[in-house]
C-alpha cells in the first residue's frame, strides 16, 4: 500500500513550486492532477510516472469529489508514490481536507505538502501587499462562489464592514453582485478593487478601478482570476513591478 502526497503546486509560475513538492514529484508513480496546475511541472516527473487529469474549471468540477476520492484510494492501493497536486494550496479552497479524511478512512497514509497560495502570491505579482503598515491589519480569503441552491448567500457579508484587505477567489463570474453587496453594506462607491488574471503567468493582467465601475472594466478577463478589495490595492501605483506596462 503506497502514500498520497496532497501536495500544491503554487498559483501558475513553476518557479513558485517548493522543493519538497519537486523532491516528491520526480519519484511520484502516479500524478493525478488539476487545471490550476502548471502542466509544466509533469515534464519534472520521472520516466514511466502516470498522469492523470481530473481538472476543474473553477467550481465546475470534471470528475465529482468522490470520484477523485476513490482514484486517490485505488492508486493508493496499486502505486507505492502517489501525488494528488493542486493549484496553490491543497487546504486554501483545494478540497485537500475531504480527500485526507477520505484516506484515512480507509487506512491510507497521506501527507499535505503546502503549496504557495494565489490569496497572496497573485496580488504580491501585481504589486499589491495583502498587509501593509498603516494601511491594513488583517486579510480575508473568501470564495465567491455561491452555491446555486441555496437561497440564501453563505458569505456573512455583515463581517465585512471591516477594513480589512478581502481576497475573492472563484469571484469573477459574480464580480458585479459582489461589488454591489458591499457597497450595500455600507462601502464607499469609489473603494478601490483590482482583479488579477492569470496571475504570475506570463498572461497576467491586472485591472484596477473601484466597486461602481470593476465590473464594467474587469469582467472579461479571462480566468483563472480573483479580486482584491481594499485600500492596499492603491500601492500597486508604487509596487507594481511584475506587469510590462502597455
Ligand atoms: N488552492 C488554490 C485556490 C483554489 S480556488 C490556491 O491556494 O491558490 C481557485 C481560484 O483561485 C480561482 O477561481 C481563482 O480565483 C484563484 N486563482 C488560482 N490561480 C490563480 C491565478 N494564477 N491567477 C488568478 N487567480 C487564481
Redesign the pocket.
Known amino acids: 500500500m503506497g502514500k498520497v502526497y496532497l501536495t500544491g503546486a503554487g ?2 509560475d513553476i518557479d513558485l513550486l517548493t522543493v519538497k513538492a519537486l523532491r516528491i514529484i520526480k519519484k511520484a508513480d502516479v500524478i493525478i492532477y488539476d487545471r ?1 496546475a502548471n502542466p509544466l511541472i509533469l515534464k519534472e516527473a520521472r520516466n514511466g510516472c502516470k498522469f492523470v487529469y481530473v481538472g476543474k474549471e ?1 467550481s465546475h468540477h470534471t470528475l465529482p469529489q468522490e470520484e477523485i476520492n476513490r482514484l486517490l484510494y485505488q492508486n493508493a492501493l496499486k502505486h507505492e508514490c502517489v501525488v494528488r497536486l ?5 487546504l ?3 478540497r485537500g481536507g475531504e480527500e485526507g479524511i477520505f484516506l484515512r478512512e480507509r487506512g491510507i497514509d497521506f501527507e499535505f505538502i503546502p ?1 504557495i ?3 497572496i502570491a ?1 496580488p504580491e505579482y501585481a504589486g499589491i501587499p495583502v498587509t501593509h503598515r498603516g494601511v491594513t491589519v488583517s486579510f480575508r480569503v473568501v470564495t465567491g462562489h455561491e452555491s446555486k441552491n441555496k437561497e440564501h448567500s453563505q458569505i456573512p457579508w455583515q463581517n465585512y464592514k471591516t477594513d480589512d484587505t478581502i481576497v475573492f ?3 469573477l463570474h459574480r464580480l458585479d453582485k459582489i461589488a454591489a453587496k458591499l457597497i450595500e453594506i455600507g462601502k464607499p462607491k469609489d473603494y478601490p478593487v483590482a482583479v ?6 506570463p498572461d497576467e493582467k491586472t485591472v484596477t478601478g473601484t466597486l461602481e465601475n470593476i465590473y464594467e472594466k474587469a469582467k472579461d478577463l479571462p ?4 479580486i482584491v478589495v481594499g485600500a492596499v490595492v492603491k500601492l500597486r501605483e508604487q509596487l507594481n513591478w511584475f506587469e510590462k506596462e502597455d
Open positions: 498559483p501558475g490550476l473553477d493542486k493549484g496553490g494550496d491543497p486554501v479552497f483545494g503549496g497560495t494565489s490569496a497573485v477567489l472563484m469571484g488579477i488574471s492569470r496571475g504570475t503567468t480566468t483563472p482570476a480573483l
